[in-house]
Structure formats: structure tokens, C-alpha cells
């Protein structure tokens, strides 16, 4: 997509989110995100199939950065490949913090968008799941992995919504910290 084709797209999303917040995410069309945007409504839609994955749009970006990330490093156990791709899609996240934080509340207000949200957040986790099952990971292991780095970036992700001066690779390194802690801690029973 050439700068032109970038900027449409970044203007359509925050019309979009402009127009969420002040009238509802139920009450707006593509057409008034369009017109809001000073773009047409074919352009809206040469953009996203509708208002809904709209806000969803970065998911491909995503899914494409964590496996190249996971395809260029070095040899490593699986779940540090893996935390090397969600460490990779941070910079999507950080470019625009505050368009994401009010992304992230209109899919909080809706039921609709969370059952969205969390179809993504399982593609994604399959996909980091394929990439290591591709550089050698088991059947087992990756999708093990797969479904724990999922987990990971989102508790991260969460965390860093509420914390806007932190950087996200930062807390995605903290929350995978906690998972290998956790995972090796001992059971005391009663």
C-alpha cells in the first residue's frame, strides 16, 4: 500500500473513533466515516469490509511481524521465539497509543467486538503457533506455545493500557518473566 493509500486509511480509522466517541459505535456508517474523513464511502470499503473489522484491521500486520520475527531468529527454546515475535508487533501498538486506547474502549463497550477481539487473539496465537511448528517446533509444542504467547501479549497488552508511559516489549518481557516463574514454581500441598 503506497503513502497515499496509508494515509486514507489512518484518517478513515480515526474519523472512525472520533465519530465512536462523540455517537455511539452502533449509530455510525461507513458512509459518515467516509464523509467525516473527507474520502469516499468506496474508499472506505477498498480499505475494510465493514465498520466492525475496522478495528480489527492490524491483525494480518501483526500475524505477518511475529512470524518473520520468529523465521529470523536465531535457534532458541520455543516459548523465547515466541516472545521474540510479540515482541516485534509492540511497535504497532506504541506509533499510536491513544487512538489504541480508544480503540480498545469501544471494544470493551460491546459484547459483539470482544467475541471479535477474542476470534483475533486466537488467530494470532495460531499463527505464532504454525511459525514455530515451521522453524521445528513439535505439533505439541508449538501449539502449546502458540496458545501461551497469547496469553502473554494479552496480559501485556492490558497492563500497558493502564500504564501509558511504559513501553509494550517491556511489559511483554515481564508478563513472559511471570509465566516461566510460574511455571516452575513448586506446589506446596496442604
Do not use: C
Not at 496509508?6 to 459505535?25: D, T
Not at 467525516?36 to 470499503?45: I, K, N, Q, S, Y
Not at 523465521?71 to 523465547?80: K, L
Amino acid at each position: 500500500m503506497g503513502s497515499r493509500g496509508i494515509e486514507s486509511r489512518r484518517r478513515l480509522e480515526q474519523a472512525a473513533l472520533k465519530l465512536y466517541r462523540h455517537h455511539g459505535y452502533g449509530e455510525i456508517t461507513a458512509a459518515q466515516i467516509a464523509e467525516r474523513a473527507g474520502l469516499t464511502e468506496r474508499t472506505f470499503f477498498r480499505h475494510f469490509a465493514d465498520k466492525r473489522e475496522m478495528l480489527f484491521a492490524n491483525g494480518s500486520a501483526m500475524e505477518q511481524l511475529a512470524i518473520r520475527a520468529i523465521q529470523d531468529a536465531a535457534p532458541a527454546p520455543a516459548f523465547q521465539l515466541a516472545i521474540t515475535g510479540l515482541r516485534a508487533v509492540a511497535p504497532l501498538f506504541e506509533e499510536h497509543p491513544d487512538l489504541v486506547r480508544e480503540r480498545q474502549r469501544i471494544i470493551d463497550a460491546h459484547v459483539d467486538l470482544q467475541e471479535r477481539e477474542l476470534t483475533k487473539r486466537n488467530q494470532f496465537s495460531d499463527a505464532i503457533g504454525t511459525a514455530l511448528r515451521d522453524v521445528g517446533a513439535s505439533d505439541t509444542a508449538a501449539a502449546l506455545t502458540g496458545a501461551l504467547a497469547g496469553v502473554v501479549f494479552h496480559d501485556a497488552f492490558v497492563r500497558w493500557l493502564r500504564e501509558p508511559t511504559r513501553e509494550l516489549a517491556a511489559v511483554i518481557d515481564e508478563s513472559a518473566s511471570s509465566v516461566r516463574q510460574l511455571t516452575a514454581m513448586p506446589v506446596t500441598q496442604s
